[in-house]
């Protein structure tokens, strides 16, 4: 699609002249305000780039779509534009069961933003909200309940309670159809409050019964099998599968992560329980990553998706990336060569920041050589219904690993049981809702961490996309490879043309490396 009809999916919002303050004032309207006639047009030309970044309702019909739902296009003047479903929701509208819009890939903007309600929304996604309600929530984020959902109302049309009801309600749906529990135990793992509750909601948002949803979704597909849900997690394309399975497959620690045929294993530690699964990176089927999870707690299975979606960096905008990286004559050819690069990312903070520690100064090989040893002294064992045929040990809990004696140099074995205590007690935060200068300062305060680790764990455990490693040595090998200067300074002032995406570029130049 050429640029003369639609702008990049990131490009959609009208430059509004207000303060923060004015659109805060006009609580119940989108503070970012979409741009009407490039979405109705990326809407004309069904262009699947957009599922995810806007939702389209349309007021004939009372449903909100996908913006390439395959129906007729509806007049302009008949249609309005939402960033989140929960906004469409909150103004009567329900989900379209022909495209099923809550199941597409998430908006690259909670990526490239880290302003409150990107985070806010960040963790909603990871179930904060069921387990310690909007008041956690705002402590989380260090805000009022008031100031919160003031903020986030006006950015995103609802505020984070709305946001959380369509958070349940997608994950109920997942539970319907992917697996043969009973209602009312679906009910209380998406995190209703009652079943009467989960039946209100799933009919609101999809016009129909719990039982109709699950009688359609049999047609669609196999019967579930119990233990075990399989799901489709979608993406943009392009994807570039391989990458992320090289990836892991050289940092892979024995005991929780293991590659072999396409299929990348691994352990969860989730806010319930454990879980394990398994990511079918190898096929080749476009628009979707299928994976099969086991999980020990029904309830965590909103948390475990959100957890799939950063590792694998799933609500990119491949397009957006690729078209920026490819002006520059020299990375031009490398994004030629692999489009769609992902930004590997974690599914644990605290085991992130331990891998980039334990990496300091030496091989990737020693690195994985000494995280596999303190993970078979340390780690938890899954019970075998849960492992399945895959890895059976959880990376060590903060506790465990802040009492233990790590193998190493001595200041570095302190500087990784200082950061497993800080964990311990609370004093320091790893998860998405974390602001990456934050993270950085926070980290950088500890004995032994410096800017590199502080970047890379923000890289990894954020999917910070703007963090470029310039002293990485592999980053400066592949510049060095591809005729960019090798002096930091000369090599920061080329990256700046890479901006906002100056992560993707050290990706780039990783992989040359």
């Not at 040893?373 to 465990?400: K, N, Q, W, Y």
Request: aromatic share 4%.
């Amino acid at each position: 699609m050429g640029p003369e009809r639609v702008a990049a999916p990131l490009a959609l919002r009208t430059a509004v002249s207000d303060s923060r303050e004015n659109r805060v004032a006009r609580r119940g309207t989108v503070g970012s305000v979409l741009d009407t006639e490039r979405c109705y047009r990326a809407v004309s030309s069904r262009d699947s780039r957009f599922d995810g970044v806007f939702i389209t309702a349309v007021r004939t019909t009372g449903i909100y779509c996908r913006p390439s739902c395959p129906a007729t296009t509806p007049r302009i003047r008949n249609v309005e534009f939402f960033t989140t479903a929960a906004a469409a929701q909150q103004h009567g509208y329900r989900a379209c069961r022909r495209c099923l819009p809550d199941a597409v890939p998430g908006s690259p903007d909670w990526n490239t933003r880290s302003d409150l309600a990107a985070r806010a929304m960040r963790l909603i996604g990871d179930g904060v909200v069921e387990r310690d309600g909007v008041a956690g929530l705002a402590a989380r984020l260090g805000y009022s309940e008031r100031h919160l959902t003031r903020i986030v109302t006006a950015e995103l049309g609802a505020g984070p309670l709305a946001l959380a009801r369509a958070h349940r309600a997608h994950t109920a749906r997942l539970l319907i159809e992917t697996t043969p529990m009973a209602m009312a135990d679906i009910a209380f793992a998406a995190g209703f409050a009652s079943v009467r509750q989960f039946n209100d909601t799933v009919r609101e948002v999809y016009a129909v019964t719990p039982s109709v949803l699950r009688r359609e979704s049999a047609r669609r597909g196999p019967t579930p099998v119990a233990g075990t849900v399989s799901l489709r997690l979608p993406h943009r394309e392009p994807f570039d599968g391989a990458g992320l399975l090289a990836h892991f497959a050289g940092r892979a620690l024995d005991g929780v992560e293991s590659l072999e045929d396409g299929v990348y294993r691994r352990t969860l530690r989730l806010p319930h329980g454990p879980a394990s699964v398994a990511v079918h990176l190898g096929d080749s089927r476009p628009g979707f990553v299928r994976a099969d999870l086991r999980l020990a707690e029904p309830r965590d299975l909103g948390p475990a998706v959100a957890r799939l979606r950063r590792l694998l960096d799933l609500d990119a905008d491949p397009v957006a990336v690729d078209e920026l990286l490819g002006r520059d004559p020299v990375l031009a050819p490398r994004v030629a060569a692999i489009p769609g690069i992902r930004l590997p990312g974690a599914a644990d903070g605290l085991e992130i920041a331990a891998k980039a520690l334990l990496g300091q100064q030496v091989s990737v090989s020693a690195a994985r050589t000494t995280g596999a040893r303190l993970v078979a002294e340390l780690g938890e064992e899954l019970p075998a219904a849960v492992a399945g045929d895959g890895p059976a040990l959880l990376f060590p809990s903060p506790e465990a690993l802040a009492g233990a004696a790590i193998p190493g140099p001595t200041r570095r074995a302190a500087a990784l049981t200082g950061l497993a205590a800080a964990v311990a007690d609370g004093s320091l935060v790893l998860d998405a809702g974390r602001d990456p200068a934050g993270l950085r300062a926070d980290l950088e305060a500890l004995p032994g961490i410096g800017p590199w680790t502080a970047g890379y764990v923000a890289m990894r455990l954020l999917g910070d996309p703007d963090e470029p490693l310039l002293t990485d040595l592999a980053v400066r090998r592949g510049a060095a490879a591809l005729g960019l200067p090798t002096d930091p300074a000369a090599l920061a002032d080329h990256a700046l043309r890479w901006r906002p995406w100056r992560s993707y570029a050290a990706t780039h130049l990783w992989r040359h490396s």
